[in-house]
């Protein structure tokens, strides 16, 4: 059942049995192969993914345990549907189309990820799991009490990132008026360093309308509404 939290299987690809990262009734299983480097980064080159980790996978597939009760247990499908879609739609077909045709050109518009056009469930899954990078990296700047300067009323103004999970921003809006800007220091020091950006992701209005819904999904249900 899905009422006492997700339960993981890591598992490694046998001869006659190949080992496919997914989640079902609560059960998330994730393939041991992610956690090689070299595999996990000819896996991201040959699917034309920008990001791809361990991490990643576990907060994608959580998405969709988290779909089970947020969305379908908590009965809120209609104003799903308006967000994502309708996740009523054939998941196996749609997959199918996905890998056959790929992503429409335009996927950048309204999505976080080109994977998440695949599918309405798979646009939530990716859409969560991007909102737990936001807040978890909120998270480790506020606990470094970093200060970040920002534009204001008669010059640079020194604001403090905000612990998301205790106290911090409640409104989407003032959440990614602090994340934006940490994005740009983490990509800034990775390039320092001679790597590529920590945070490959320009994030257009249509994809953050999702991570706004996302967020209002996780507020109402930690606040019972």
Known sequence: GTTRGPTYHFLEDQPDHQVMT??????????????????????RLALHEPYRTLLGHLRHESGHYYWDVLIDQGQRHEAFRQAFGDEREDYGQSLKRHYSEGP????????????????AWEDWAETWAHYLHMVDLLETASSFNMRLAVPGSGGPVAETVENPFSGGPADFDAL???WVPVT??????????????????????GAMEKLRFVHDIVRSHREGI
């Open 184 to 205: 740009v220091v983490v990509n800034s020091l990775t390039r320092s360093l001679g790597q590529e950006d920590a945070y490959p992701f320009a994030l257009s209005p």
């Open 104 to 119: 429409p050109p335009d996927w950048s518009e309204r999505y976080v990820s080109a994977y998440a056009t695949a599918h």
């Open 176 to 178: 990614v008026q602090q």
């Open 22 to 43: 997914g989640h079902s009734n609560g059960l998330i299983t994730l393939n041991v192969a992610e956690a090689d480097d070299d595999e996990r980064v000819r896996r």
